[in-house]
């Protein structure tokens, strides 16, 4: 403690700074969508590390993620989290052992651990990271509308994707140089040259005016063309890894910079993980996201199951155990990121080795093992501040054993649920025959409710995050004593925050860097409906869940139609029954009229799903807990 309380002098810290700084499937967080490991494990080598640490443009490159099998487990049909299964490799175990000096923090405070002691004026200048000089993924490229021009934002810059001439992605800055409206509300043309739907200028991929219908006369029309004015701001961008990259700054050499710097997720000592990514919003900055992500220990009580006679938690979760070891790795932090190692925090995963890779700005790649030292779980976690207050993160993961995925806790299926489930057996089997044979695009839709409709579990792991990180961002932005002054972290479980935390203020300039003319000095506070939202939060960004948001509409619009249509059917076979003394056909026509009703009602609640995780009916609060 007294390591941790005689901290060197700080410089004043910058107030639009402060306020990012204490700023997640998720719809799942980091931390609790990356599955726990159920393992005991052998300490590794230091041997893979030492040779990563030697890149130039990756120091580090020893991973770990942070999270439970029930968060994990949860997320696997949603559109926030993907698990893929594991690729059988040559090499069936990977023994690292770890230096006795490497993240072996046994009852050290976290303060004491490399990159919390040192104030940030001590680090030079040629260490420091630039925020507008990197890659920072946008979307997963299944998430992208092909025919269409993609809003994105960036460092609280605003930009705009589409499918180019020969179908290669590329970013412009959203405002037309002719009176500065979005060209996000455009559309790309036959020639594939985006168009700005407020005087029908268009650009070609390179930014550059291919047409200005106004002009007079073609030499008038070369003339405005020719002018650099003319021109849309353009940004280097590539799809990598099933992901669109951007590079938010603009010119010659940011193209020359750009071409030779690497993403963040070349650095991963196993590659790529197989599978699609899934990504959300969170209405949360980048700071605290990023905390929640290095505090696995969190998982066992944010994310844990609780008795609802008593509201304790219950007997069905591990029993959560101390962690022990916790440290950044010796060495391994800079400019480019630091690499972490911890064990366990139940008694499954007591003994459990794990190390996660932090690559600055976006990328943390984890890796589990085993007792035996053989690849139990793998998480690949990304995140882009897009403005303050918000960042996106990208989660995908892999289970390499069977075990490795244990489920999310279900809750316990009862003999109502079972009575429920044969009633509506027909119902359930009549909306699968629709949305296979009855819409536009089956399988845009399909995987649009696996996102949504059936993909709720992932959600509520995410607002789950989400309250507990904006009561931190909030309380943070109110505070005068700054994160050291604030957070009171006395167990080695806390060292991943402190190591993150000491990264941002010795490498990273103390919070995140926004562009040209942006700020960050709107108050943090969100009301609960903002917070629980889920269009702005994934549905908007997802094409999977657009369409099947529209297919929903549709079909909710059929089955009010219908309704209606058997309802006059239903009144004018009653009167004609009743002078021919047959009433069944108007009962047969009033009970469809009912059975379309109880359609249509379904339709919206699905649609719901979609939209907020506050119900439809009752108190407009979701049970989290």
């Not at 719809?27 to 159920?38: E, F, K, Q, T, Y």
């Not at 120091?59 to 989290?81: F, I, K, M």
């Not at 155990?321 to 190692?341: D, I, K, L, W």
């Not at 003319?517 to 269009?535: H, I, M, N, W, Y």
């Amino acid at each position: 403690h007294e390591v941790r309380h005689q901290q060197p002098p700080r410089a004043p810290e910058d107030r639009s700074s402060a306020r990012e700084m204490p700023a997640t499937l998720l719809a799942a967080s980091a931390a609790a969508a990356a599955a726990a490991v159920v393992s005991n494990a052998k300490p590794r080598t230091s041997c893979a590390r030492t040779a990563i640490s030697n890149r130039k443009r990756h120091p580090t490159n020893a991973v770990s993620a942070g999270r439970e099998e029930r968060a994990a487990g949860a997320c696997l049909s949603a559109g926030v989290l993907r698990v893929s299964p594991t690729r059988r490799t040559a090499t069936a175990a990977v023994a690292r052992p770890t230096t006795a000096a490497a993240a072996s923090s046994t009852s050290a405070p976290p303060a004491v651990q490399e990159g919390t002691a040192e104030a940030p004026s001590k680090v030079p200048v040629a260490d420091q990271f630039e925020w507008a000089k990197a890659w920072y993924p946008m979307s997963p490229m299944q998430f992208l509308e092909p025919d269409e021009p993609n809003p994105m934002k960036v460092l609280g810059r605003s930009v705009v994707a589409w499918k180019a001439e020969g179908g290669v992605w590329k970013v412009v800055e959203d405002s037309c140089p002719h009176r500065m409206a979005p060209l996000s509300l455009g559309f790309v043309g036959p020639e594939r040259q985006l168009v700005c739907r407020y005087h029908g200028w268009e650009f070609d991929g390179d930014g550059k005016a291919s047409c200005i219908p106004m002009s007079t006369d073609a030499k008038a029309e070369a003339t405005a063309r020719e002018s650099p004015r003319s021109c849309a701001t353009s940004f280097p961008a590539k799809e990598e890894g099933g992901v669109l990259w951007v590079w938010p700054t603009a010119g010659a050499d940011a193209w020359l910079q750009a071409s030779a710097t690497p993403v963040a997720t070349a650095a991963a000592e196993f590659g790529d993980l197989p599978g699609e990514w899934g990504m959300v919003e969170l209405p949360v900055g980048y700071a605290p996201a990023l905390e929640n992500q290095f505090d696995p220990a969190h998982a066992e009580w944010l994310h844990a199951q609780y008795d609802d006679s008593d509201g304790q938690r219950s007997a069905a979760n591990a029993e959560y155990q101390p962690m022990t070891r916790f440290g950044v790795v010796p060495g391994s932090m800079g400019a480019a990121g630091f690499t972490v190692e911890h064990g366990g925090y139940n008694r499954g995963n007591a003994d459990i080795s794990a190390e996660r890779l932090f690559t600055a700005p976006c990328s943390s790649r984890s890796e589990y093992m085993d007792k035996d030292g053989k690849r139990y779980l793998s998480a690949a976690i990304l995140y882009t501040p897009t403005e303050p207050g918000r960042c996106l993160m990208f989660t995908k993961f892999q289970a390499h054993q069977r075990t490795a995925v244990q489920g999310a806790g279900k809750r316990r299926v009862t003999t109502g649920d079972r009575v429920r489930s044969l009633l509506t057996a027909p119902a359930d089997a009549a909306f699968e025959w629709y949305m296979q044979y009855m819409v536009e695009d089956p399988e845009l839709v399909q995987v649009g409710l696996s996102h949504g409709v059936y993909g709720t579990a992932a959600y509520t792991l995410g607002d789950q995050d989400i309250q507990a990180m904006h009561g931190v961002e909030v309380a943070m932005e109110t505070s005068e004593k700054g994160w050291r002054g604030s957070y009171y972290l006395p167990t080695p479980s806390d060292a991943g925050v402190a190591g993150f935390r000491g990264w941002m203020d010795r490498h990273a300039g103390g919070g995140v860097q926004w562009a040209k003319g942006v700020t960050d000095d709107a108050s943090k506070v969100k009301p609960l409906e903002q917070r629980l939202e889920r269009f702005d939060r994934h549905t908007r960004h997802c094409r999977h869940c657009k369409e099947t948001l529209a297919e929903l509409g549709v079909l909710e619009e059929r089955c009010v139609t219908f309704s209606n249509a058997m309802l006059l059917a239903g009144l004018v076979l009653g009167l004609g029954g009743a002078v021919l003394g047959q009433e069944a056909p108007a009962v047969v026509s009033l009970c469809l009229a009912g059975l379309a009703v109880n359609a249509a009602e379904a339709a919206r609640d699905m649609q719901n799903e979609f939209l907020t995780s506050k119900p439809r009916r009752g108190v407009p609060i979701p049970k989290l807990w």
